[in-house]
Structure formats: C-alpha cells, structure tokens
Nanobody, 124 residues
C-alpha cells in the first residue's frame, strides 16, 4: 500500500494556472499507475488524468485535454498535475489515486489508495 498526500490547491482567477503535487510513501512508487480525479460540489468523483508506471503513457478527460498535463518523477515519488487556462467549471476537490498495476485506468474503482484531496477554486 502507498500513502498519498496532495498539495498545491488554492484560489485562482479564470485563465490562471495551478500545479498540484501528490507525494507518495510506502511501497515501491514505480509499481503503481497514478491518476487524478476531482469531485465538484454535489457531484460524483470524476476522472481527470492518468499516467502509467513509467510516465510514457497518459490519458485525459475530454474536458481537460490541451489544458492539463500529468507527469511523474519516480525519483521523488511524486506525481504532478499542471493545470492551465483554468475555468470556473474546474472548481472541485482534486484527489490523486494509486493503482497497483502499471497500466492506466480511467475507472475510479480500480484505484486502491487515495489522498485526502486538495481544494481548487476558480473564480470568474
């Protein structure tokens, strides 16, 4: 099992940028594919982006393609989410998840470990 801690959230104006980080501890980080999900107010948690164990394959939700970039540094046990051109619709609690399989998944149920979340608020 891995333990995950997200950081980097905050309040930003529309059009601005934020970079989220997710630091992992525990078992070998490079054994895990990683994903970012978000939960807008009064809505279900939804997929945002995922990256495989080596950082060579990524997938994104259609709503964030071209604006968000997921990356990882296995030497630092950290996964990042660079968010550009933020929109009010991006307002949510953002969670990172770890999947004990090196392959990408967009399905929330396939992730076994979660962080506590970090709030992102985009004002118009």
């Amino acid at each position: 099992q891995v333990w995950l801690v997200e950081s980097g959230g905050g309040l930003v104006q529309a059009g601005g940028s934020l970079r989220l980080s997710c630091a992992a501890s525990g078992r070998t980080f490079s054994s895990y594919a990683m994903g970012w999900f978000r939960q807008p107010p009064e809505k279900e948690r939804e997929f945002v982006a995922a990256i495989n164990w080596s950082g060579t394959k990524m997938d994104y939700a259609d709503s964030v393609k071209g604006r968000f970039t997921i990356s990882r540094d296995n030497t630092r046990n950290t996964v990042y989410l660079q968010m550009n051109s933020l929109e009010p619709e991006d307002t949510a609690v953002y969670y990172c998840g770890a999947r004990y399989s090196g392959t990408i998944s967009t399905s929330r149920s396939t992730y076994s470990s979660w962080g506590q979340g970090t709030q992102v608020t985009v004002s118009s």
